[in-house]
Nanobody
């Protein structure tokens, strides 16, 4: 089992920045694929970014390319999401997810999930 805990959410004005972190625990081996998803009220959970343990594969949703950066620190078993130039439409609960296979953009493929952290961007 892998436990995931997100942190770093909050309220920020449009154009501002936030950095989210996800800490993984529960076993010695770090999950191969980790990802960020988000879910706004009344909407389905959507893919944001993903990265493999080896950093050989990184993917972003088109809506965040050039603004968000995903990173992993395998030694610390953490993943981060640097979010710049935030927009009101980025407002959502952001979830950290993990799986032992390659990264995908589908929430159903991820086995382990955090509880989420709220990000609110005011206009």
């Amino acid at each position: 089992q892998v436990q995931l805990v997100e942190s770093g959410g909050g309220l920020v004005q449009a154009g501002g920045s936030l950095r989210l972190s996800c800490a993984a625990s529960g076993r010695t081996s770090s999950p191969y694929g980790m990802a960020w998803f988000r879910q706004a009220p009344g909407k389905e959970r959507e893919f944001v970014a993903a990265i493999t343990r080896t950093h050989t594969s990184i993917d972003y949703a088109d809506s965040v390319k050039g603004r968000f950066t995903v990173e992993r620190d395998v030694a610390k078993n953490t993943m981060s999401l640097q979010m710049n130039s935030l927009k009101p439409e980025d407002t959502a609960v952001y979830y950290c997810a993990a799986r032992d296979g390659i990264i995908t953009t589908r929430p159903v493929d991820y086995v382990f999930w955090g509880q989420g952290t709220q990000v609110t961007v005011s206009s």
